[in-house]
């Protein structure tokens, strides 16, 4: 596969992803996890909106998909709020390591319903995964 912008954009996401682990352990030090996701979700209103006024955007109507993308952004809310409240407990070198294992659950979901495959290296992984997963909580 050829190295495009996605590579570019999926470094990006790391990157970024690895710094938004880190910021809510500092932020829940002042303020409380639920006071953190109002402002976290008020920061993403204010890139969306500067995202979406950038360019000619004009949104797309199909009832499954507006329906799964509200659900999208239920799910992802929740699991913000989750992670908000651990990493405000926790140890964010642990809670962070723990949750950015999600991948795991999207893989058996495509498994189970998308019906894809994975080969016996990758299934080995996965396991090594949650090996070092039980391995650094404890």
């Known amino acids: 596969m050829k190295m495009g912008y ?4 999926g470094l990006f996401a790391l990157i ?3 710094v938004w682990g880190f910021l809510p352990k500092l932020a829940t030090r002042y303020i409380e996890p639920r006071s953190v996701l109002v402002f976290q979700t008020i920061g993403s209103i204010l890139v969306t909106i500067v995202i979406l006024a950038t360019i000619d955007f004009k949104p797309e109507l199909h009832t499954k998909g507006v329906t799964l993308a509200i659900v999208t952004g239920i ?4 699991g913000t709020a989750s992670f908000l409240y651990s990493i405000a407990k926790g140890k964010a070198s642990i809670v962070v390591t723990m949750t950015a294992l999600y991948p795991i659950i999207t893989i058996i979901l495509s498994l189970l319903i ?3 495959s994975i080969t016996i290296k990758q299934g080995i992984a996965i396991i090594l995964a949650l090996t070092a997963m039980a391995l650094f909580a404890s």
């Open 114 to 116: 998308l019906k894809e």
């Open 6 to 9: 996605w590579f570019i954009f």
């Open 75 to 78: 799910i992802g809310t929740l």
């Open 16 to 18: 970024l992803w690895g």
